[in-house]
């Protein structure tokens, strides 16, 4: 069975830090890209960090120099580290696995973790 769990949302002020975790279960984490995703009310889901297999990162605009992500191959986790957090951070955050055809890989979704930043 496929689980994507997140966790480490809440609440906090303007200018402050969170770290989001992803634990994945049932999948071939070690060759998955993952990403996070998140979603503010009345808008579409936006794509803000991916990290590859490898390791190479990369970052929406709006969240770079302000999140890191990263992961854990030995603990099948993958993180997003937020800094400098705005109100407009405010939204569900949410892991994926993206689908690989090549390699068969089916695309995975996490139940998602509220993030509120305060002003």
């Known amino acids: 069975q496929v689980q994507l769990v997140e966790s480490g949302g809440g609440v906090v002020q303007a200018g402050g830090s969170l770290r989001l975790s992803c634990a994945a279960s049932?999948?071939?984490?070690?060759?998955?890209?993952m990403n996070w995703y998140r979603q503010a009310p009345g808008k579409q889901r936006e794509l803000i960090a991916t990290v590859r297999s490898g390791g190479i990162t990369r970052y929406a605009d709006s969240v770079k120099g302000r999140f890191s992500i990263s992961r854990d191959n030995a603990k099948n986790t993958v993180y997003l580290q937020m800094n400098s957090l705005k109100p407009d951070d405010t939204a569900v955050y949410y892991c994926?696995?993206?689908?690989?055809?090549?390699?068969?890989?089916?695309?995975?979704w996490g139940q998602g973790t509220q993030v509120t930043v305060s002003s």
């Open positions: 049932g999948i071939s984490f070690s060759i998955s890209a």
């Open positions: 994926n696995r993206p689908a690989v055809v090549s390699l068969g890989l089916v695309d995975y």
